[in-house]
């Protein structure tokens, strides 16, 4: 990392049964039709080895934060925005897999909106316990929701058990773009045919169109975190061309990040920034321009 460097929190930036469906006649097999990516596994469970440190990062985060939303991304604004965007993509009475849900804040946020049938797995047991918690408070939900214990690169569920799969921010923890694969066939697994795949992540085009902004405006460019590889958008998309395609891509934060991520580092240079004030809640709402977001989401049907 050069000086010129700042590091950008996008994590934020950065089980047993419990997902089947009694009398519902098992989907066809189709694990012949997908590659061999399975990664080596860590002696002590399902999880490659390579990924065990970023999974202790996120079992130590989910016991320091408990219930709040900011385990996940600090930016409680754009993590309550991108929420209702995924919200407009799903529809009453669906099953919906929220794949590494952390203390379940979206997947609330969406069994509030719509009548689901939500589950949220996460392979951090801290923070499925809080998610657990946040549920047993959350008051009146319009859908039902189930958090479990779970790995999204091999899911205990059975194939075509979903309408939707979300994944916010969790493929860019699967540490490389191997991993990041093998959760793009293991939610094709467990997609219904004409299924969507619901992705909202960080990529690296993404990525280098806000800095290329910034660096033309004197900023310092913003890099990953040590536990954050973001999506390669050519790479991953023509991997899951003959299993997905590829419908829509929904930009969402564009303004929101040159506001807040050009704009306010250039007139604002000292202070905590806030994330609730009104600036950024502003900036979150407005209408689209551009392609500056670091966070879009690509909507993917299965084949
Ligand atoms: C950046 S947080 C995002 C959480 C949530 N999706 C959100 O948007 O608020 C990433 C989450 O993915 C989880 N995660 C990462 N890799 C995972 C995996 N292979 N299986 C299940 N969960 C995983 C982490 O424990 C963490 O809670």
Not at 86 to 99: H, K, M, N, P, W
Not at 214 to 239: A, I, V
Not at 250 to 256: E, G, V
Request: proline letters at 6%.
């Amino acid at each position: 990392m050069s000086s010129n460097d700042i590091q950008v929190d996008v994590s934020l930036y950065g089980s047993p049964d419990g997902g089947r469906t009694p009398n519902r006649p098992e989907p066809e097999d189709q694990s012949d039709l997908l590659p061999n990516l399975t990664p080596s596994r860590s002696a002590s469970g399902n999880l490659p080895g390579d990924l065990e440190p970023i999974r202790q990062h996120w079992e130590q985060r989910g016991r320091k934060y408990g219930l709040s939303p900011s385990v996940s991304w600090v930016d409680e604004t754009m993590l309550h925005r991108e929420g209702i965007i995924l919200a407009s993509f799903i529809s009453e009475g669906e099953r919906v897999l929220d794949a590494g849900c952390a203390n379940g804040y979206t997947t609330l946020q969406l069994a509030r909106m719509k009548a689901v049938r939500i589950t949220g797995v996460d392979y951090a047991p801290s923070m499925i316990e809080h998610a657990n918690l946040n549920l047993n408070r959350a008051g009146p939900l319009k859908g039902s929701v189930l958090f479990r214990v779970g790995n999204f690169l091999n899911l205990d569920f059975p194939t075509a058990s979903f309408d939707k799969v979300i994944t916010k921010r969790c493929m860019i923890n699967l540490g490389n773009t191997d991993h990041q694969k093998a959760a793009l066939l293991e939610a094709y697994r467990v997609l219904k045919p004409g299924g969507l795949f619901l992705i909202s992540e960080v990529s690296v085009q993404s990525a280098n169109h806000l800095n290329q902004l910034r660096q033309r405006l004197g900023l310092q460019t913003m890099t990953p975190l040590w536990h954050n590889c973001y999506l390669d958008e050519k790479e991953l998309f023509s991997f899951a061309e003959p299993y997905f395609e590829l419908k829509k891509i929904k930009r969402f934060s564009s303004t929101y990040y040159v506001l807040t991520w050009v704009l306010y580092p250039l007139f604002v240079r000292s202070g905590r920034r806030n994330y609730r004030s009104w600036y950024h809640r502003l900036s979150a709402n407005l209408p689209q321009f551009g392609d500056y977001g670091l966070q879009k989401l690509y909507i993917l049907q299965k084949r």
